[in-house]
């Protein structure tokens, strides 16, 4: 190349924009550090076999790509195998250790310092938008004392919401969002006033409730797809985040201006304080909590908590109407529970049949959790090693610091060496055994975590507001069955559970046809 070459080159590069060239080298760094992230192998450190790999020497990518698909078929294989000690799973954020149920009581109760449950669930970190409940266990504490639902308000709740549908002879129940509103509403301040649509517990309920905050919980698994680096980034642009963020700041200003409230009239003495979840979270806040964190923490437990809550509602509720026998039985015990003891005295603790009927739906169709829950998921008992020595379990196995560890427990819940006749759905099971040992009968009621049904989880880390939850739930659908009938539009049947990654879902637009039983109020 001569001179003049060389000087016509110079000038021309001149020319370009310094942009357009520093642009280049950032994507070529970031494509090159992508394609390192995705070809190149990690160090192994817990020994144990891998399931999803279609050769042995496939690149991990494909693997954690195929489990985000086919990530039931692959637990199942794992299980299967090695249900008895432990196998490996490629996740999009990195590998987890799935370890046979024969070690939970050794690792149920270790310290935080060296075995994190919320590092384990929190998979999202700060960009989950729910890490406000990691920094402290405020709202795990507020959910445990605070007294259980007034089933009056329930029902006022519930029956409000279904109301709203009769403008036809037989209207539809448009998809979750309703039920997700029901659940909301009855964690809300000013609840208890019974005034379900009382401001402005209705609105920050409502705005919880609405489809886009849903789909903006899936954030963190968007944020898993990519490498670490690229996730700042990938924060920056997900409109979910913008959409999330929003919705956070106006609960925030419907919320902030009741705690105020409350603080100033608890400051001037003889003030009844209310007993909701928002009253709990006050009470553990010390003075440097100030009124937008309290409000951004009862807002997330809500979100976290409400749309599971709904969900598994909604898979109950499809199954009694697909199952009528059941959705009979159960009817006619809330009505006789309700006659026996009247409406002051009604209790959900001796709905047995509609408690069994709950218990089997989560056996059989693990429902959607959130990504701090700690139920409805193929996978559970999430736990992160944080001691720098290790973990050694009893048989000599070792769990180096930051293993991910988890357990199986749609898996548990059917083996046929665990549960009888797994593969049957038996809505009455759990029924039957506590009627043949009512000494023991706690053991097999919906909210109870044991090493048999381990979809709540299993020791001081098993889903606080279970019991919460599971009450909510029983006098929810009480309510429904006793004054309403439900059926699948003409051609439908129940909706077949779909999955993304180890998360279960159902379609939320499912419809319903609903209409007021003719035997209620004379109608």
């Excluded at 009124?291 to 809500?302: D, F, G, K, S």
């Excluded at 529970?337 to 089997?360: H, V």
Aim: with cysteine; charged share 25%.
């Amino acid at each position: 190349m001569n001179d003049t070459e060389t000087g016509l080159l110079h000038e021309a590069l001149a020319r370009l924009p310094f942009s357009l060239l520093w642009s280049h080298a950032i994507a070529t760094a970031l494509l090159l550090a992508a394609g390192v992230w995705i070809l190149c192998p990690t160090p192994e450190r817990v020994s144990a076999p891998f399931v999803g790999f279609g050769y042995s020497w496939e690149p991990k990518f494909f693997a954690r790509l195929r489990f985000s698909s086919s990530a039931s078929l692959m637990i199942q294989e794992g299980y299967s195998k090695w249900k008895d000690s432990m196998y490996k799973i490629c996740r999009q954020d990195g590998d987890l250790v799935v370890l046979s149920r024969k070690y939970v009581d050794e690792l149920k109760s270790l310290p935080a310092e060296r075995l994190s449950a919320i590092d384990g669930l929190n998979f999202g970190g700060r960009y989950s938008g729910i890490d406000i409940l990691s920094q402290s266990d405020i709202g795990t504490r507020a959910i445990q004392v605070r007294a259980p639902p007034d089933p009056k308000v329930l029902e006022a709740i519930a029956e409000a919401e279904a109301d709203e549908n009769h403008t036809q002879s037989e209207p539809s129940v448009g998809g979750n969002e309703k039920r997700a509103r029901v659940c909301a509403s009855e964690r809300s301040p000013d609840a208890e006033n019974h005034r379900p649509h009382h401001e402005p517990a209705l609105r920050w309920a409502t705005s919880l409730s609405r489809p886009r905050m849903v789909r903006s919980r899936l954030r963190p698994c968007a944020q898993r797809i990519v490498p670490p680096f690229i996730r700042p980034l990938l924060n920056l642009l997900l409109p979910t985040r913008w959409r999330y963020e929003a919705a956070i700041r106006r609960c925030q200003r419907l919320l902030v201006p009741e705690i105020l409230r409350r603080r100033l009239q608890g400051s001037e003495g003889g003030y009844e304080k209310p007993d909701d979840l928002l009253q709990g979270i006050m009470d553990l806040s010390t003075d440097d909590n100030g009124a937008e964190n309290v409000a951004q923490r009862q807002i997330t437990i809500t979100l976290v908590a409400g749309h599971s809550t709904a969900a598994a509602g909604s898979h109950a509720l499809f199954d009694l109407v697909a199952r009528p026998r059941y959705a009979e039985e159960i009817r006619a015990e809330a009505e006789a529970e309700a006659e026996a003891m009247g409406a002051e005295k009604y209790s959900s603790n001796k709905l047995w049949k509609l408690d069994s009927f709950l218990r089997e739906c989560v056996r059989r169709y693990p429902a959607p959790r959130a990504p701090l829950m700690r139920n409805f998921s193929l996978l559970g008992f999430h736990r992160i090693v944080r001691d720098p020595a290790g973990i050694t379990l009893h048989d000599g196995v070792q769990l180096p610091v930051g293993t991910h560890i988890c357990v199986a427990p749609y898996s548990i819940s059917s083996d046929a060496d665990i549960v009888e006749n797994p593969n049957d759905f038996d809505g009455l099971r759990y029924y039957r055994q506590r009627c043949e040992d009512p000494a023991h009968a706690m053991q097999h009621q919906h909210a109870t975590a044991d090493k048999s049904h381990m979809h709540f989880g299993y020791g001081p880390w098993s889903c606080p507001g279970r019991f919460m939850a599971s009450d909510e739930l029983k006098m929810i659908l009480s309510t429904l069955l006793v004054r309403y009938e439900f059926r699948f539009p003409g051609g439908t049947s129940r909706p077949a559970n779909g999955h993304v990654d180890e998360f279960p879902y159902v379609e939320p637009s499912t419809a319903l046809l609903m209409r007021r039983r003719r035997d209620v109020d004379g109608s």
